[in-house]
């Protein structure tokens, strides 16, 4: 049963060494990580979980499928096999350095579905920052000048072990045809596994951020047949990460650009390919070299804690699991001024003023007041704003207005705004 995988393999406190021309970091890790049964386990991993029987519980998963992972994921390096009982024989699944350093993808991607993908089947836990006890949200920033990182800053070239070919994932398991398409049920990272959770899907998610964005381009990087191209591309449009553009009617011209929600993914990119490049070695070098443009220095991307600035460190970084469903979009924190600044970039908005308004069962919902200019209308404020913010965030109310409440010096007068909209209510509000 489960616990009859055999220990065997690297030296988990140290890179692997590849073969020379072979299969470099990135198609290494594309291999292993893009995989949504492995994804999984190591998410539950961190979560503390160290059991077959406790894997087995947590995720929808077969005992064949969980033993090959298992075996797998030990067999790399990422958990070291440790036998706690004989008779009948039981074994731990112990993380070690190589998967532990895996905290970062694993938070920018719960990051990345909390912000983006609100209609969860299971509630994602709140995550909390040690250090300074708040909720937190991760934000790239570069080692180097300690500035965020934005997509646009950062250079990408091949390196040394890079190029298509080598990059192309080389498969970790021995898979039936019908796992390779997906399917699990887990309800947790919906459309992370979707983009992630196998390795062309993967692997054409890289070639977009690298600026691949026709059919034939991506058929002739990946390698790949054109159905499966066809199919992946068709999932990416579905789950609104990739958009086409520029349809001149020959399939082999349709071009596909990053949507907002498929760019602001780029944080799990950089991190599973900055991982690859610690735990990979290549004999020729490194398969890619990234540059922070902003400050010039070769990029090492750390996280930061949105709320103190501070950067994270994995063990500051706590499941804090005891708020009423505080990841759901009504009663997220609404964070007035944000919104406000994105709706003030309307060339029409003159005056904005963003409020909580209650919303089921124990949070708060954005509702926007606009002071606007003539034709101005709801429908295009909505457009622009969706566009420019995830959907949790978005107002979910716009009320057009002439003027905005204000006291004799100026302030506006939120608590005005907001009296309509909390009468009959009893919580207490900021
Ligand atoms: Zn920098
Ligand atoms: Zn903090």
Known sequence: MGDDVVAQGVDPARATLL??????????????????????????????????????????????VLTSRLALLTREGLFDRHVYQHNPPRAE??????????????????????????????????????ACGADFAPVVGCAACGEAVALRDVGAEWGPSGSWERSVPAAATRRRSEVEGGGVQSGMFPDTMAIFGNR????????????????????ASLGAPPTLIADRLRVFQAIGVLQPVDNLGRSDWMQYRLTAKGRAFFPVVLLTLQWADRWYHAPEGP??????????????????????????????????????????????????????????????????????????????????????????TVEALMEFVATRLPPARRPTVVELIDSLPRTSVGKVLKRDLRAPYWAGHDRSTT
């Open 200 to 219: 062309w899907s993967s692997a054409l998610i890289g070639a977009a951020f690298r600026g691949v964005s026709r059919f034939s381009e991506f058929e």
């Open 287 to 376: 398969a890619l070299a990234m540059t922070h443009r902003a400050c010039g220095a070769a990029l090492t991307a750390v996280l930061q804690c949105d709320q103190c600035e501070r950067q994270l460190a994995g063990a500051d970084v706590v499941v804090a699991d005891d708020h009423p469903d505080p990841l759901m979009a009504g009663s997220e924190h609404i964070d007035a001024a944000a919104i406000e600044d994105v709706l003030m970039e309307h060339p029409d908005v003159r005056e904005v003023a963003v409020i909580g308004a209650p919303a089921d069962p124990a949070g708060e919902t954005p509702v926007a007041f606009v002071v606007g200019a003539d034709g101005l």
């Open 93 to 130: 699944y112990r993380p070690t350095a190589r998967s532990r350093s895996l905290w970062t993808v694993l938070l920018a991607i719960w990051d990345w579905e909390r912000q983006w993908v609100p209609e969860h089947a299971q509630r994602l836990p709140v995550m909390r920052h040690a």
């Open 19 to 64: 073969e020379a021309g072979g299969t470099n970091a990135v198609g290494r890790m594309l291999g292993l990580l893009g995989d949504e049964w492995t994804l999984l386990i190591l998410q539950h991993s961190m979560w503390g979980l160290r059991r077959y029987g406790q894997f087995m519980a947590a995720i929808p998963i077969s005992n064949a």
